[in-house]
Structure formats: C-alpha cells, structure tokens
C-alpha cells in the first residue's frame, strides 16, 4: 500500500491535485513537541 497523509491547516494542501480531506492526520501537542495521529484500516 502506498498512499500519502496530509498536516491541516496547510494552504497548499488545496493546490494538490490529490488532495483528499479523509487523509488529514490528527494533531496533538505532546510534552516533547506534536504528534500526528492517523488510522489506517485495510481488508484484504
């Protein structure tokens, strides 16, 4: 599987050709700086 996640907030994220807001990861602010957080659920 290949595919691509994309940080909010990011202006350019509109300008991709591939841009799909399902793939926006989730932000967290952590003791020691920011986290992403991403699902990924695959069948197969």
Known sequence: ?????YFPDVASNQQDSIFDPHLLVTMENTA??????FDFVTSG
């Open 32 to 37: 020691t700086g920011k986290a992403a957080i």
């Open 1 to 5: 599987m290949t595919t691509q996640l």
